[in-house]
Each structure stands twice: as C-alpha cells, then as structure tokens.
C-alpha cells in the first residue's frame, strides 16, 4: 500500500488475554519502529528492526512484550497476559533507512477489560 | 530519557491568526529535526523537517525556525485553520539508538 497499515485498529481484550498487533510497513522501507502512546501522552519507543533484526528493543516494558519481523516488512507486537495498565495506542513507523523522516500507521488502540 | 521537550503544554488560537509552537533540544550535535501533527484518533503526520546547517525553512503554510545557539526549534503556522487543531511534536533522531526522539507534545485548539 502506500502507507504504513496497521490492524486491527481497535481491540478490547480480557485481562490475562495474548494480543497480536500487526504492521505493514512502507514497500522499501528497511527500518521499522513501535511506539507506545497512552493517553494524552507522547511516543514511547518499544522496539526497532532494521530488516528482519531488531537491535534495540531496550523499550519494550518487560518480558510479556515481543515482536518480530519476517521477510524484512511485515511486524507483529504480541502482548502476552495482558494487563490494564497495557491499554494504550500501539503506533507503527517505517522509514527508508534509521534516522530519517519515519512514516506512521494510524495504530491499534488496545484497551484491556 | 528524550532529550526533545515542549515549552507550551496547551495553545488556544483564533482562526486566521498565527500559531508558534515551541521546542527545545539538549543535544548540541543534534543535526536533523522534524516536526510532526498528530489529529485526533490518527498517527502523528510529518510536516516538516530542517538540517542544522539551515536556520529557517518554509513549506505550505509553516515555517521552521532553528536557533542553534540557545538549542531552540519552532513551528509558525501562519492564518491557522480549524483543520490545524492537533497535537504537534518536534523530534530528533537519537542517533547512538537509531531511532526518532519525541517531545511530549503541544496541543493546539483553533477557536472558530
């Protein structure tokens, strides 16, 4: 497409529940983030992939959040056990190589029940 | 920690005046900013950007200021719309992480 695309762009889920969050990136582009944005709050980083390795993911909150990348372009985030402080809006970004202007999806708003 | 922070947390304008929207950096090496709009319910949308070898640099309506000596970047939207209400953010690119450093960003509310 000719945006980053992320689905689903809502999601309620149950406490304890796994979620997976889905991003697909801009064709090309070799660099891929995920952002974290409660409410009224800024960008909280959570993990960079440059192609299909992700050597920083110093910002993902504990051990209950993964990600991965397959075939250097589509991302999924999986939080696993959910938990209420887990409700927030997961932004995906894309850009040509790291450190350059980054493209963004309109993100999946997570909300745990 | 960011080292990208906003001056002004909430800015109310009247319709067809001008908005500035403030930001100051800490990295004196910092190079390359952007500066991104962020609707309701949406991702956040580039603007625009400016190297650090420009001081000044104009697109559609807006024009980046960059004072490199007091570490100051802003955003002037010139005849603001009721399409401009947003949230805006300034980032840099946090090189040693490759990855971009946002501020906390600025509310602007268009007052019809």
């Known amino acids: 497409g000719a945006g980053v695309s992320q689905s689903p762009s809502n999601k309620v889920t149950e406490k304890g529940k796994d979620v997976e969050l889905r991003c697909d990136p801009i064709?090309?582009?070799?660099?891929l983030y995920w952002y974290r944005q409660s409410l009224g709050q800024g960008l909280e980083f959570l993990i960079y992939?440059?192609?299909?390795?992700?050597?920083?993911k110093s910002g993902l909150p504990s051990d209950r959040f993964s990600a991965e990348r397959t075939g250097g372009s589509v991302s999924t985030l999986t939080i696993q056990r959910t938990q209420q402080e887990d409700s927030a809006v997961y932004l995906c970004?894309?850009?040509?190589?790291?450190?350059?202007?980054?493209?963004f999806g309109q993100g999946t708003r997570l909300t745990v029940v | 920690g960011e080292s990208v922070g906003l001056h002004l947390p909430t800015l109310s304008v009247q319709e067809g005046d001008n908005s500035i929207i403030n930001c100051a950096y800490s990295?004196?090496?910092?190079?390359?900013f952007i500066w991104y709009k962020q609707e309701s319910g949406k991702g956040p949308q580039f603007i625009i950007d400016?190297?650090?070898?420009?001081d000044k640099r104009q697109g559609q309506r807006v024009t980046v200021l960059l004072n490199k000596t007091v570490k100051h970047l802003s955003l002037q939207i010139a005849a603001t719309q009721p399409g401009d209400s947003a949230v805006y953010f300034c980032?840099?690119?946090?090189?040693?992480?490759?990855?971009?450093?946002f501020g906390k960003g600025n509310q602007v509310v268009v007052i019809p």
């Open positions: 970004a894309s850009s040509v190589r790291p450190n350059t202007e980054a493209f």
């Open positions: 064709s090309g582009h070799t660099a």
């Open positions: 992939f440059q192609g299909n390795s992700a050597p920083d």
């Open positions: 990295n004196s090496a910092s190079d390359y």
């Open positions: 400016i190297r650090s070898n420009m």
């Open positions: 980032a840099e690119p946090s090189y040693g992480n490759n990855r971009l450093a």
